[in-house]
């Protein structure tokens, strides 16, 4: 008899439970991931990026396309190719740019003294 009596128990427990742990632990969304690279080129509607890894990955400019130069919003004919980037993909279109981040291009190394 007891046994009949714990089941639907255990049973109400673990519908009341599942819940609360999903509520707890939500499903974690899809960020924009920042690709750190170098300009390669770089148009009024396009620009080519490379990694460290010698990858390449071209992205579509739109009007929509936030541009910043050392943290000052700029206009993409401020952008040189051999600058450092951070490209942020669209949200809505990954071939697109969202936000177009630029600096100074990578120290070159000093040559040694002979």
Not at 10 to 27: K, R, S, V
Not at 39 to 63: F, L, M, N, P
């Amino acid at each position: 008899m007891i046994p009949r009596i714990i089941l639907p128990i255990l049973l109400a427990l673990a519908l009341c439970i599942t819940p609360l742990a999903e509520a707890n632990n939500p499903i974690p969304r899809a960020t924009p991931v920042r690709r750190h690279t170098v300009i390669e080129s770089v148009s009024a509607d396009s620009i080519t990026v490379s990694g460290a890894d010698g990858s390449t990955k071209t992205y579509k400019i739109t009007s929509g396309t936030e541009i910043t130069f050392k943290g000052d919003t700029v206009t993409v004919d401020k952008l040189e190719a051999g600058m450092r980037v951070q490209v942020t993909p669209d949200a809505a279109d990954d071939s697109a740019a969202g936000e177009i981040s630029a600096s100074d291009p990578p120290k070159q190394p000093t040559p040694k003294p002979k």
